[in-house]
C-alpha cells in the first residue's frame, strides 16, 4: 500500500510542479505565440499545496518506523531537523508557503517581472527535490547540480506541453507555438538525456545495466527507459508531423495526441517513482541478498538462480521476434496519425511497444 501511495505521489507532484513551471513561462510569450491559455488562482494555489503535501509522503515511511519507539511529535521533529530529506523538506514547505502567497496576492499580473519571479521560486523549490535527491547523497555537490538540471528541464518541458494541451481553450496559433515549443523540448530532451546517464552511473555502471534487471529498482528503470521509445515517437509526431498537417489544415485539432503524449510521460513519471522506493543496485549481491530477486524478472527466469549470478545479452529466435513485433507495433502508432485514425489508438499500440519490447529483452538474457 505505502509503495503505491508514494508511486503515485510522485508522479503527482511532477504534475503540480508542472502545472505552475509552465502557467509562468507561457505567460512571458505574446498572445499570436500561444493559444489562449486559463489557468486558475485556484489551481495553482491547489498545485503548491500539492508539491509540499506529495513531497512528504516518502517521509512517512520513516515517520512509521521511528513512531513506536519516539512517538509522532519527537519522530516528526527528529526526522525534520536531523535527516537531509527532512530538512530538504521543511525548505520545501517554507518556499511552498511564499509561493502560495505570492500567487494569493499578485496572481493576474501580466507583466514579464511577475512570471520570472514565479519561475525562480519554482526553481528554489526544484533544488530542494534535488537536495534531497539519491544524487547528492552520494556526491554532494556534483549529484545536486545533476539532479538539478535533470528534473528542472523534465519540469519546464512537460510543464509547457501540460498546460497548452490540457488548459487551452482553442487551437488558434498552435502552429506558431509549436515552431518554438518544439526547438525547447529538443532541447529539455537533450539536458534531459546527458543528465539521465549521469544519474544512472551513480548508482548502476553501464556495462552493469543488464545484471539489474534481477532486481526490483533495474526492472523499474528498463520500463521506464522502454517508455521513452512511445514518447520519442509522440515527440515526432507533435514536433514535426503536426506541422506539416497544420499547414495543410489549420482547423486541425492537435491536442488529443499531445495528451498521448503527456500520458507516456506520466507512466515514466510512476515508473520514477516506484524507483525511489527501491534500493538502487550500488552491490546487486548485497541487494539481491536483503532484498531479493525482482518478481517480474522471476517470471521470466525463475529456477536456480542465486545472488552471485551474472545476465548476458543473448538474442534469441522468440527475443529477436519479439522485438520485431514491437518495432511493428511502433510503425503503427506512428501510421494511425498519418491516417487520421483516433489518437487513442496510437496510445494502445505504444503501450504494446513497452510491453512486447521488454518481454522480448527479458527473453534476449542468459544467466551466468
Same mark, same amino acid.
Given at each position: 500500500?505505502?509503495?503505491?501511495?508514494?508511486?503515485?505521489?510522485?508522479?503527482? /507532484?511532477?504534475v503540480?510542479?508542472?502545472?505552475i513551471?509552465g502557467?509562468y513561462?507561457?505567460?512571458?510569450?505574446?498572445?499570436?505565440?500561444?493559444?489562449?491559455?486559463?489557468? +486558475?488562482?485556484k489551481?495553482?494555489?491547489?498545485? =503548491?499545496?500539492?508539491?509540499a503535501?506529495f513531497s512528504?509522503?516518502?517521509?512517512?515511511?520513516?515517520l512509521?518506523?521511528?513512531?513506536?519507539?519516539? #512517538?509522532?511529535?519527537?519522530s516528526?521533529?527528529?526526522?525534520?531537523?536531523?535527516?537531509?530529506?527532512?530538512? +530538504?523538506?521543511?525548505?520545501?514547505?517554507?518556499?511552498?508557503?511564499?509561493?502560495?502567497?505570492?500567487?494569493?496576492?499578485?496572481?493576474? @499580473?501580466?507583466?514579464?517581472?511577475?512570471?520570472?519571479?514565479?519561475i525562480?521560486?519554482?526553481?528554489?523549490l526544484?533544488?530542494?527535490?534535488?537536495?534531497?535527491?539519491?544524487?547528492?547523497?552520494?556526491?554532494?555537490? @556534483?549529484?545536486?547540480?545533476?539532479?538539478?538540471?535533470?528534473?528542472? +528541464?523534465?519540469?519546464?518541458?512537460? #510543464?509547457? /506541453?501540460f498546460?497548452?494541451?490540457?488548459?487551452? @481553450?482553442?487551437?488558434?496559433?498552435?502552429?506558431?507555438?509549436?515552431?518554438?515549443?518544439?526547438?525547447?523540448?529538443?532541447?529539455?530532451?537533450?539536458?534531459?538525456?546527458?543528465?539521465?546517464f549521469?544519474?544512472? +552511473?551513480?548508482?548502476?555502471?553501464?556495462?552493469?545495466?543488464?545484471?539489474?534487471?534481477? =532486481?526490483?529498482y533495474?526492472?523499474?528503470?528498463?520500463?521506464?527507459?522502454?517508455?521513452?521509445?512511445?514518447?520519442?515517437?509522440?515527440?515526432?509526431?507533435?514536433?514535426?508531423?503536426?506541422?506539416?498537417?497544420l499547414?495543410k489544415?489549420?482547423?486541425?485539432?492537435?491536442?488529443?495526441?499531445? @495528451?498521448?503524449?503527456?500520458?507516456?510521460?506520466?507512466?515514466?513519471?510512476?515508473?520514477? #517513482?516506484?524507483?525511489?522506493?527501491?534500493?538502487?543496485?550500488?552491490?546487486?549481491?548485497?541487494?539481491?541478498?536483503?532484498?531479493?530477486?525482482?518478481?517480474?524478472?522471476?517470471?521470466?527466469h525463475?529456477?536456480?538462480?542465486?545472488s552471485?549470478?551474472? =545476465?548476458?545479452?543473448?538474442?534469441n529466435?522468440d527475443?529477436?521476434?519479439?522485438?520485431?513485433? *514491437?518495432?511493428?507495433?511502433l510503425?503503427?502508432s506512428?501510421?494511425?496519425?498519418?491516417?487520421?485514425m483516433?489518437?487513442?489508438?496510437?496510445?494502445?499500440? *505504444?503501450?504494446?511497444?513497452?510491453?512486447?519490447?521488454?518481454?522480448?529483452?527479458?527473453?534476449?538474457?542468459?544467466?551466468?
Open positions: 500500500m505505502m509503495f503505491v501511495l508514494t508511486t503515485l505521489s510522485e508522479a503527482l /507532484l511532477y503540480c510542479f508542472a502545472l513551471m502557467s513561462i507561457l505567460s512571458l510569450f505574446p498572445n499570436d505565440l500561444i493559444p489562449s491559455i486559463v489557468v +486558475s488562482k489551481l495553482k494555489l491547489f498545485a =503548491v499545496i500539492g508539491i503535501l512528504f509522503v516518502p517521509l512517512i515511511s520513516l512509521i518506523y521511528l513512531y513506536e519507539d519516539y #512517538g509522532l511529535f519527537d516528526l521533529q527528529y526526522i525534520l531537523l536531523t535527516f537531509e530529506v527532512g530538512k +530538504s523538506w521543511l525548505f520545501m514547505l517554507i518556499v511552498t508557503v511564499f509561493l502560495g502567497l505570492y500567487i494569493l496576492f499578485f496572481d493576474g @499580473k501580466k507583466s514579464v517581472l511577475y512570471s520570472i519571479v514565479g525562480l521560486l519554482v526553481f528554489v526544484i533544488l530542494s527535490v534535488s537536495w534531497s535527491s539519491h544524487a547528492n547523497s552520494i556526491q554532494s555537490t @556534483k549529484g545536486l547540480i545533476i539532479h538539478f538540471l535533470h528534473f528542472a +528541464s523534465v519540469v519546464i518541458w512537460v #510543464g509547457i /506541453l498546460v497548452a494541451t490540457w488548459f487551452s @481553450k482553442n487551437t488558434h496559433n498552435w502552429l506558431s507555438f509549436l515552431k518554438w515549443f518544439h526547438i525547447t523540448a529538443l532541447y529539455c530532451f537533450g539536458i534531459i538525456i546527458i543528465t539521465g549521469s544519474l544512472m +552511473s551513480f548508482s548502476t555502471p553501464l556495462e552493469a545495466y543488464p545484471d539489474t534487471w534481477t =532486481v526490483s533495474g526492472q523499474s528503470l528498463l520500463i521506464k527507459h522502454l517508455l521513452i521509445i512511445p514518447l520519442i515517437a509522440y515527440a515526432f509526431i507533435n514536433g514535426i508531423l503536426m506541422k506539416k498537417r499547414l489544415d489549420e482547423n486541425f485539432d492537435a491536442r488529443p495526441w499531445t @495528451k498521448v503524449e503527456f500520458f507516456i510521460l506520466l507512466l515514466i513519471f510512476a515508473a520514477t #517513482g516506484a524507483m525511489s522506493q527501491q534500493s538502487p543496485p550500488h552491490s546487486l549481491f548485497e541487494t539481491i541478498n536483503s532484498e531479493g530477486f525482482s518478481s517480474l524478472f522471476l517470471l521470466f525463475d529456477g536456480n538462480v542465486s552471485n549470478i551474472a =545476465v548476458q545479452m543473448v538474442f529466435l527475443g529477436i521476434l519479439l522485438l520485431c513485433i *514491437s518495432a511493428v507495433f510503425a503503427l506512428l501510421f494511425s496519425f498519418v491516417k487520421r483516433p489518437a487513442i489508438f496510437s496510445f494502445i499500440m *505504444s503501450l504494446f511497444v513497452v510491453i512486447v519490447a521488454y518481454i522480448g529483452l527479458l527473453f534476449s538474457i542468459q544467466i551466468v
